[in-house]
């Protein structure tokens, strides 16, 4: 149990464009999902955090409006990365909670972004 | 501040080697303590936790952690390594001001066969 999934697994796109990833909990339902990213060689970086029915909230640095999160449903968390740019690419990962309170969290496997 | 600190970044072993990964952390509250492994290819995959109780934590696949509060401490062992050790190893402190789990920098392991 507790699996989540992203997709898509690897997107490249034109600089200026939007992607949109998915993360979905696909056995239970996530009332906490987080978005995190990963450079090549380094840690995870909690971006933001996304409660089911209210708006996200972003870590210090990082552009609410440039990663669009939307938590519309309890399996299902979206990250859209807008007109994006060549620093953008990265590894972007989602982890969701099964419960409030809960200790640990489940990661999805992850998407690859490369901007041309 | 709170902060997890892996010294090791990348360690090469031979098969039946015995591993240990420095884990050190920094903060003032309770401790709640991870370790996740990171196959190639794959996604974060929790390896064992410790909350409290016995510092001594066992987990999956012969792994094991040793929680050392004076040390600030939360080092993985394994005492004989097999070449699908090889992956990403991330050591993660759970804040319980905030629930937001910190990461290390991560300690890449290539275990040669």
């Known amino acids: 149990g507790a699996v989540v999934s992203q997709h898509p697994s690897w997107v490249i796109c034109k600089s200026g464009t939007s992607v949109k990833i998915e993360c979905r909990s696909l056995?239970?339902?996530?009332?906490?999902m987080f978005w995190y990213r990963q450079f090549p060689k380094q840690s995870l970086m909690l971006m933001a955090t996304?409660?089911?029915?209210?708006?996200?909230?972003?870590e210090q640095g990082v552009e609410k409006d440039k990663f669009l999160i939307n938590h519309a449903s309890l399996t299902l968390s979206t990250l859209t990365v807008t007109s994006a740019h060549p620093e953008d690419s990265s590894f972007y990962i989602c982890?969701?909670?099964?419960?409030?309170?809960?200790?640990?969290?489940?990661f999805g496997p992850g998407t690859r972004l490369t901007v041309l | 501040a709170q902060s997890v600190s892996q010294h090791n970044h990348h360690v090469i072993l031979s098969e039946a080697a015995s591993l240990e990964l420095g884990c050190n952390y920094s903060?003032?509250?309770?401790?709640?303590l991870f370790w996740y492994v990171q196959y190639p290819g794959q996604h974060l995959q929790l390896l064992l936790k410790?909350?409290?109780?016995?510092?001594l934590v066992k987990g999956i696949k012969g792994f094991e952690a040793e929680f050392i509060k004076s040390k600030f401490s939360f080092n993985l062992r394994k005492p004989s390594v097999q070449w699908s050790d090889t992956a990403e190893y991330f050591c993660?402190?759970?804040?319980?001001?905030?629930?937001?789990?910190?990461f290390g920098q991560g300690t890449t392991l290539q275990v040669k066969p």
């Open positions: 903060y003032g509250g309770t401790v709640n």
């Open positions: 996304s409660n089911e029915g209210s708006k996200a909230t972003y």
């Open positions: 056995d239970f339902q996530a009332t906490t």
């Open positions: 993660a402190l759970l804040s319980s001001n905030t629930g937001k789990l910190i």
């Open positions: 982890s969701a909670l099964r419960f409030r309170g809960e200790d640990t969290q489940y």
């Open positions: 410790y909350f409290s109780g016995d510092p």
